[in-house]
T-cell receptor
């Protein structure tokens, strides 16, 4: 157990509303990541962080922003949710090159 | 862009048989990793093989890496029904200097092991 939690675990929201997903770790690891998983695409990197206030874009960052004000928390925000952002979102931490994933958040945008 | 391509997309075998999954990638890498995902759950790290390694073992898992062919294979020996899951390869591309661990995943192989 890598001590990673995600909240909420499930969310249904309407198009155009803002949504924030939270990833929390208990072990003070420097690197954290947000991925989305869609059928036919595997996992794709949205944003990542390499320290407090240090973040950068991944492969599919359009429409998403992130923040990391504390080592233990990495927030993913959809400023104005769209139906194409319906997905399962996974957070991960990096330990000695390996990544450990949270349980995921299933987001549905109607 | 999809760095890793996996083959086959689905594999169905009987308990006790070996399962082999293949992964191909396009760019130079620091390392290649294999993950497992049970239905509806998060991914679990299985094994990491560095670009200067050719083979690695972990229990019933054997991973090979051929950087000249930009390919890797995952072998699960003596499979069990509990091995039923999706298996993903992920590459940590070499970009010079610091690695930020930006993994690119393949689409995965769905393995079904029948009792």
């Amino acid at each position: 157990d890598a001590g990673i939690t995600q909240s909420p675990r499930h969310k249904v929201t309407e198009t155009g509303t803002p949504v924030t997903l939270r990833c929390h770790q208990t072990e003070n690891h420097r690197y954290m990541y947000w991925y989305r998983q869609d059928p036919g695409h595997g996992l794709r990197l949205i944003h990542y962080s390499y320290g407090v206030k240090d973040t950068d874009k991944g492969e599919v960052s359009d429409g998403y922003s992130v923040s990391r004000s504390k080592t233990e928390d990495f927030l993913l925000t959809l400023e104005s949710a769209t139906s194409s952002q319906t997905s399962v979102y996974f957070c991960a931490i990096r330990v000695l090159g390996e990544q450990y994933f949270g349980p995921g958040t299933r987001l549905t945008v109607t | 862009s999809q760095q890793g391509e996996e083959d086959p997309q689905a594999l169905s075998i009987q308990e006790g048989e070996n399962a082999t999954m293949n992964c191909s990638y396009k760019t130079s890498i620091n390392n290649l990793q294999w993950y497992r995902q049970n239905s509806g759950r998060g991914l679990v790290h299985l094994i990491l093989i560095r670009s200067n390694e050719r083979e690695k073992h972990s229990g019933r898992l054997r991973v090979t890496l051929d950087t000249s062919k930009k390919s890797s294979s995952l072998l699960i020996t003596a499979s069990r029904a509990a091995d039923t899951a999706s298996y993903f390869c992920a590459t940590d591309a070499y970009a010079g200097g610091t690695s930020y661990g930006k993994l690119t995943f393949g689409q995965g192989t769905i393995l079904t092991v029948h009792p």
